[in-house]
T-cell receptor, first 111, second 114 residues
């Protein structure tokens, strides 16, 4: 297994555009998480899935953000009408029974 | 419920001296504990993890951590600091339960003085 992979690694977009990120977890991991990390801060929890069910969403996840995990495997995180404040590193992680692994993240820059 | 507390937001040591980064956790179930390091503009890198095997865990780059259930601690140590160790360190907990999720500590910034 190659671990958790995220695509793209970097994304530069103009304000107001929509962006979508993808996360491929470790195949046997049933839980998948999204975090956001801004400069100088620790990762902030956004949402997580158990299989295809989205179990929890942070208040940080405004209605411009949507996450899906349609078949319980990969997940997508979409941000609509991006704002400069959305510029951050978006991290994906997966876990199963106490084992966890993180992706390298997608760095979003909104200009 | 589970939580993790990193007791120091910033630690500064001289090169060649020992490093101690403190982490306390709270968990209703048997936890798995991790230390991750993040260098500036880089992703999270796993240093070491405890998953209910040996309580003294050895990681990469000379780091190790000891799981102490009685103290609910998982402190990270290194005998001799190197300039390349300067980074942000995160203690992370996940419980062995169907209701658990990954919880991050707030991070400790380690600075190394020449």
């Amino acid at each position: 297994d190659t671990g958790v992979s995220q695509d793209p690694r970097h994304k530069i977009t103009k304000r107001g555009q929509n962006v979508t990120f993808r996360c491929d977890p470790i195949s046997e991991h049933n839980r998948l998480y999204w975090y956001r990390q801004t400069l100088g801060q620790g990762p902030e929890f956004l949402t997580y899935f158990q299989n295809e069910a989205q179990l929890e969403k942070s208040r940080l996840l405004s209605d411009r953000f949507s996450a899906e995990r349609p078949k319980g495997s990969f997940s997508t995180l979409e941000i609509q009408r991006t704002e400069q404040g959305d510029s951050a590193m978006y991290l994906c992680a997966s876990s199963f029974e106490g084992r966890a692994d993180f992706g390298q993240g997608t760095r979003l820059t909104v200009v | 419920a589970q939580s993790v507390t990193q007791l120091d937001s910033h630690v500064s040591v001289s090169e060649g001296t020992p490093v101690l980064l403190r982490c306390n956790y709270s968990s209703s179930y048997s936890p798995s504990l991790f230390w991750y390091v993040q260098h500036p503009n880089k992703g999270l890198q796993l240093l070491l993890k405890y998953t209910s095997a040996a309580t003294l865990v050895k990681g990469i780059n000379g780091f190790e951590a000891e799981f102490k259930k009685s103290e609910t601690s998982f402190h990270l140590t290194k005998p001799s600091a190197h300039m390349s160790d300067a980074a942000e360190y995160f203690c992370v907990v996940i419980s062995y339960s169907s209701a658990s999720k990954i919880i991050f500590g707030s991070g400790t910034r380690l600075s190394i003085r020449p």
